[in-house]
Structure formats: C-alpha cells, structure tokens
Nanobody, 111 residues
Framework: QLMESGGGLVPPLGSLRLSCLAS????????MRWYRQAPGKEREMVAS????????MFADSVKGRFTIWRDNDLNRLYLDMNNLKPEDTGVYYC??????WGQGTQVTVSS
C-alpha cells in the first residue's frame, strides 16, 4: 500500500515536501517514482529512483528544482519541490514497480 501526504496550496516560488508511506514491502527493494496529473492533461512521470537508491531521473520540466529520495528506516519515499511554478499544479502520485499506485495528493501553486 502507498499513501501520499504533504500536498497543499503554495505560492509561486514556494516549496513543498511530499511523502509516500509504503506498507507491505520495503522501499529499498523497488524502483519507485512520482507522477503527476494536471487538470485536463495526461499523467506524467516527474521523478524516479532505482532500488539501489543511487540513480535518479527527472522530467525536464522539474530538473534542478525537485529532488527524489527515500528513507529506508521510515519506509518512505519523498519528493522535495522547490521554486514551484503554477504549471506544477496537479495531483501527485506515488508509484512502485509492478504498477502499484497511491491515491494521490493535490498540489496547487497559486498566489
């Protein structure tokens, strides 16, 4: 099971930290990702971390602003988002290899 938290309303240039609590498995054993879906758009991958925890990938639109990382002891996946833009608005989903999804958390970037 995957459960996201940390979304909310933030002004442009602000920051948020999203968290994904995993249960029933260890985050260290799987590639995990963050996806987002903006209103009227398809779901897109935002960031990925491999099961070694050493290789990360980011969508071009968030490179240099977002960081993906995990805490193996807490069994959580995180997404640190900085310098947020209105186009970052959307529902953010946690994903685990094997096509497991969380329920999503809403992020709204607006003044």
């Amino acid at each position: 099971q995957l459960m996201e938290s940390g979304g909310g309303l933030v002004p442009p240039l602000g920051s948020l930290r999203l968290s994904c609590l995993a249960s029933g498995f260890s985050v260290r054993d799987y590639t995990m990702r963050w996806y987002r879906q903006a209103p009227g758009k398809e779901r897109e991958m935002v960031a990925s971390i491999d099961y070694y925890g050493t290789t990360t990938m980011f969508a071009d639109s968030v490179k240099g602003r977002f960081t993906i990382w995990r805490d193996n002891d807490l069994n959580r996946l995180y997404l640190d988002m900085n310098n947020l833009k209105p186009e970052d608005t959307g529902v953010y989903y946690c994903w685990r290899a094997g096509d497991y999804w969380g329920q999503g958390t809403q992020v709204t970037v607006s003044s």
